[in-house]
């Protein structure tokens, strides 16, 4: 079928680039489908689209994009949008669309037999990639979800004063509720803030102290929702509760991107991969 996305820049410029096959990814790198380098706003791979026939396109955005991905002006996440439907990227506005731009004088001599053949192709390929993607659910047995912090004192770092890092972490912790990565990131800047404030000097210490309780504080809070998150990810699994799933292992993965190359971690990216792909297909059998 023909599925493309527009891309409109701040300018008014645009750019249309066909969705192939089953599935693309869109970002800065040069192994995307769609491939931007120059949008420094848009991460490697920033958005995942999978178009679904008549009732539009699948897209998924990228976990912890620094430049979130809006639709009418709120955050999305993941779902289906109708054909026609306009995202944003920062100052890029995506539409995904079915229809081809007009060509003056152009006609179209593609044999509706053969287009019967290529739906039916695109649909095996679908079914087969959702099929993978809906495998069995792998198993976490054996692993133990990491830490998320640390015991080894963080050091100060170059260049830094105390308070400036206090105040960075003050702002991630303000942010925390709305991306879970940034009560991680607090938690280290108020550890880096302490050993600051400690390197200045006796008149720094009640800083160093207040520093570190700081930390204390947000560490507690941060471990806390993590525990809760990954009971409610044990109780949406065993309730095969997709959506729950999708959205627990989503913040998860958040949580611990600073520790890539955790087993732990590869099992979470594979379950959360999984139910997308599963909530993404509940809607259709509803209907059926």
């Not at 809006?70 to 995202?87: A, C, D, E, N, Y």
């Not at 938690?187 to 600051?196: E, F, G, P, S």
């Not at 611990?256 to 993404?280: C, F, K, P, Y």
Request: proline share 6%; hydrophobic share 40%.
């Amino acid at each position: 079928m023909d599925a493309f996305v527009e891309i409109t820049r701040p300018d008014g410029s645009s750019e249309r680039f066909p969705i192939e096959g089953t599935q693309a990814t869109l970002g800065r790198s040069g192994t995307a489908g769609i491939s931007l380098p120059a949008e420094p706003q848009l991460e490697l791979e920033h958005i995942l689209l999978a178009p679904r026939g008549k009732e539009g396109c699948w897209i998924s955005a990228s976990q912890g994009a620094m430049t979130p991905v809006l639709v009418k002006g709120k955050p999305f996440q993941s779902g289906i949008l109708k054909w026609g439907s306009t995202l944003s990227i920062g100052s890029l506005k995506l539409t995904v669309t079915n229809k081809r731009a007009a060509t003056k004088g152009s006609t179209s001599s593609t044999s509706p037999a053969l287009v019967l053949v290529l739906v039916a192709a695109l649909a095996v390929m679908a079914y087969m990639f959702l099929s993978e993607d809906s495998a069995t659910m792998p198993s976490a047995e054996g692993m133990d979800p990491p830490p998320l912090f640390s015991e080894a004192a963080e050091p100060c770092p170059t260049g830094q004063s105390g308070t400036q890092l206090e105040q960075a972490a003050d702002s991630r912790g303000d942010r925390y509720s709305y991306d879970p990565r940034d009560g991680v990131a607090s938690v280290k800047l108020y550890r880096q803030a302490a050993a600051c404030f400690g390197a200045s000097g006796a008149e720094h210490t009640a800083d160093s102290q207040r520093a570190t309780r700081e930390s204390e504080q947000m560490k507690a809070t941060v471990d806390a929702d993590y525990a809760a998150r990954r009971l409610r990810l044990s109780r949406s699994l065993a309730t095969e509760d997709w959506p729950a799933v999708e959205t627990q292992s989503a913040a998860l993965l958040s949580m611990t991107r600073h520790l890539e190359g955790n087993d732990w971690r590869a099992w979470l990216d594979q379950v959360h991969r999984i139910a997308m792909a599963r909530a993404s297909q509940a809607p259709e059998e509803q209907q059926q």
